[in-house]
């Protein structure tokens, strides 16, 4: 069983929903959804805290040590153009904090682009 595997099924077996579990870490619940589902990596001050709430047993923390070391994330291919200018909402916004229209992301992505390329 790979780390991933270790954790749902020991949070399972304390009876802690993804939700709940979450929060006994002090994370969003979207958050602990994507570490525990391989999308990103646990950081490094959260492990020992993933372990005591787990309470792994010595063999199982070896076993999720060995495979966490050598886990990989998934490679992701790049975005579309379409994808970016799809998703520039959530990161840029006005001086007012107010969002961009569409036509100002589209200039701001051509202009991203002719200036990195």
Known sequence: MDFLGLIKAKRAQLGYACRD?????????????RMENGIDLLPDHIVPTVFAKLSL?????QQFRQSYSTYQLPARPPLTDAQLVEKLPMVFRKADGSKMSGNE???????LKRELA
Request: aromatic content about 8%; charged content about 30%.
């Open 21 to 33: 579990f979450a929060a006994e870490l002090g994370l969003k619940p979207s958050v602990w959804n």
């Open 57 to 61: 047993r010595p063999d199982e923390l």
């Open 105 to 111: 992301l589209l200039k701001l992505a051509e202009r």
